[in-house]
């Protein structure tokens, strides 16, 4: 099958054209020579089935990131029969010499100035004919969001890929290296075919910026956006958790029950309590991880991000950490999931493994739904809300102080050197595409694990079958008789123990858990613990749930964004040790006090 | 006139690019972002707290921070 490599410099809208190209039938795959997995589709194109992967952007085909490394190391190892080059026709000033740097390969080349709609905004003109000419390339402009342009630009592809391939070229490093040369290449081009008038006219965005990046206003009017996007994802999320959730219910009590009313009932318990229960737990989650993933994607693709980053910086760099690692923790206090995934726009691996360590340790949606539950079971209604409030601030005291003590060993070498792109606001297709293609894969890497951790933990609180479930005879039990030592100093009972083994799949189990321990729901429940506990035990325990471990999916979204088991044993160990030094401080000094 | 760091320069004042003292990672990043000499560079505005600055070349923005900054020398037209 030929193969087309898509290249072209960050924000040039590569993605918007693979998507096009593509329709969304793209899958992550691994390629010879490189270890990071590249989006990858199959289309028809021309009377022959072709392939098309799309490269990670790159300023500099000779320069020193990850991503400028692995693209070459791809053309290297996987010649692609034809190279489709896609340059921002607003800023082809600049983006030119990547080009000429491409076609000093001897690679197959088609170029395609996208963005063409902005550039006739601009009154930017090119006149594509003599640039073509010039270049001996084949070259056309395109708007891949309104698809003007694309039926010409895939046909000269499909009869560009008539041709044979020719080889790279062999000295690879050497021709990189023709830097100078492609300087003056570049001016003889541009002077003789594009016309960029005096003033570039982007009032809306300037009138926009003059407001967001105020130096006053700013910073407000960023926390201000983020809280209306939090609040517009649960006024939207919640009722769609509740439909989900009844759902399930429906089909479980419809459908599943009379199904498997013939098995024997440890079967029976094993596949409805157990499987069934949990994963619906967590799936119950989806619409607002989903809608999360929406938000994240909306803020990186309008251009939003940037002007975080702007805002930020000042205080991020001081944590070793950047400007826009600021949004992804904020997005951690929505879903840890999202916010991880967030951090493949940061292009330095070390910045990118610390901001993931930090992550976790945002307060997320399912954690603050435990925390109302004991806040309103163990406070007074007056109080609830500041104890709820000093969990937030415990959240980012671990996550600046996390920061702080790692930023020695994840170095970042990385210049902070950023572009402020035009805002754009992305079309309803770009986005729904983009959130559907980020929430599948999640929905595949994270099942495997949940359906995994749940079948564990109905095992250890279901065996061995003499005992009643979840009680201090089952293993679960046993094991939390046996940390008695380990929680005992931080004023954990066993019964809040065997939850915390729950929780370990996601917190949102805990409540649950709890009932099922206790034998009671609801308001009983809440009434049951405030009777067992004291507020000082019952903070220890909220302090350590906020801390532990994250659920199963983040987990699962660690391994597979670092690919370094390390890393994941790092995160997870630090969080553990974390958690119970925070509560161990906490209740001894709390006792200490006499209280 | 006499050469002055990119960090010296006021919101709104615009500059010509005398030279690059940087390492070759950041050379390598701001040479494909535009930065070249003698082209014109535009000090667009400055953030609080010491934070980044973001500047114009040609038609691109760009924010760095400071202490990268004070490596690009430039001159007042």
Redesign the interface.
């Known amino acids: 099958m030929k193969r087309i490599a898509l290249l072209g410099m960050p924000n040039t809208g590569k993605s918007t054209l693979f998507n096009r190209m593509t329709g969304g039938a793209a899958r992550v795959g691994n390629w010879p020579g490189i270890t990071v997995e590249l989006l990858s589709g199959r289309i028809l194109l021309g009377g022959d089935m072709v392939e098309i992967i799309d490269l990670p952007g790159i300023y500099d085909l000779h320069g020193f990131s990850d991503d400028e490394q692995v693209v070459r190391h791809f053309l290297h190892d996987n010649v692609p029969d034809l190279a489709l080059v896609i340059l921002n026709t607003t800023q082809i000033e600049r983006q030119m010499s990547l080009l000429l740097q491409l076609k000093q390969l001897d690679l197959n080349i088609v170029v395609v100035l996208n963005m063409s709609d902005e550039a006739k905004k601009f009154g930017i003109s090119v006149d594509v004919n003599m640039m073509s000419a010039m270049l001996e390339l084949p070259i056309f402009l395109l708007s891949a969001k309104y698809g003007s342009g694309y039926p010409d630009a895939m046909q000269a592809v499909a009869k560009a890929l008539r041709y044979p391939t020719p080889g790279m070229a062999e000295e690879l490093r050497s021709q990189l290296e023709k830097d100078e040369q492609i300087e003056t290449e570049m001016a003889h081009v541009l002077k003789s075919t594009v016309q960029v008038p005096a003033q570039l006219s982007d009032s809306l965005t300037e009138k926009l910026d003059s407001v967001m990046l105020h130096p006053l206003l700013g910073l407000p009017i960023f926390f201000g956006v983020m809280y209306l996007l939090f609040q517009g994802v649960f006024f939207l999320g919640q009722p769609l958790q509740g439909i989900v959730n009844d759902l399930l219910g429906w089909f479980r009590g419809a459908a599943l029950e009379p199904l498997f009313s013939g098995l024997p009932p440890s079967a029976q318990g094993l596949l409805l309590d157990g499987i069934y229960n949990g994963v619906a737990t967590v799936a119950a989650f989806v619409p607002i991880i989903v809608l999360f993933f929406l938000f994240m994607a909306i803020v990186e693709d309008s251009g939003y991000l940037s002007r975080a980053a702007f805002l930020m910086d000042a205080l991020m760099s001081r944590l070793g950490l950047d400007g826009r690692g600021f949004v992804m923790l904020l997005m951690g206090f929505g879903c840890n999931v999202p916010a991880l995934m967030g951090t493949r726009v940061m292009r330095s691996r070390a910045m990118r493994l610390l901001t993931m360590l930090v992550i976790p340790l945002s307060l997320c949606s399912a954690r603050l739904q435990v925390f109302i539950f004991f806040t309103a079971a163990l406070f007074t209604a007056q109080a609830a809300p500041v104890v709820l409030f000093s969990l937030y601030l415990f959240s980012f005291g671990t996550a600046i102080l996390t920061a702080l003590l790692f930023k020695g060993r994840f170095k970042n070498n990385e210049p902070f050197v950023l572009e402020l792109p035009p805002y754009r606001f992305p079309t309803v297709r770009q986005m729904t595409l983009r959130g559907w293609l980020e929430v599948r894969h999640f929905l595949r890497r994270a099942t495997k694990f949940i359906v995994a951790g749940v079948v564990l933990v109905w095992l250890l609180t279901n065996l061995p079958p003499s005992a009643a479930p979840a009680s201090a005879d089952t293993w679960a039990g046993l094991i939390g008789n046996a940390m008695h030592p380990f929680f005992a100093p931080i004023g954990i009972n066993e019964q809040l123990t065997i939850a915390l083994i729950f929780g370990f799949i996601a917190k949102e189990i805990v409540i649950g858990a709890l009932a099922v321990i206790y034998g009671l729901s609801g308001d009983a429940l809440g009434g049951a613990i405030g009777h067992q506990l004291d507020w000082v035990q019952a903070y220890s325990f909220m302090l350590f749930t906020l801390l532990y471990t994250p659920c199963l999916a983040t987990i699962a979204t660690l391994q597979s964004e670092s690919k370094q088991t390390g890393f994941t044993a790092l995160s997870l160990g630090w969080s553990l040790g974390l958690a119970w030094l925070v509560s161990f401080a906490f209740y001894q000094v709390a006792r200490a006090l006499g209280y | 006139m006499s050469a002055i760091t990119l960090t010296t320069l006021h919101p709104g004042e615009i500059a010509t690019i005398v030279a690059i003292h ?1 390492e ?3 050379h ?7 930065f ?1 000499s003698g082209k014109q560079i535009e000090m667009i ?1 400055k ?6 600055l ?1 500047v114009r ?9 400071r202490i ?1 900054a004070t490596k690009i020398t430039v001159t007042i037209t």
């Open positions: 940087a070759e990672a950041l390598l990043r701001l040479l494909a972002l535009g070249r505005r953030a609080s707290f010491s934070g980044p973001q070349i040609g038609t691109t923005d760009i924010l760095l921070r990268e």
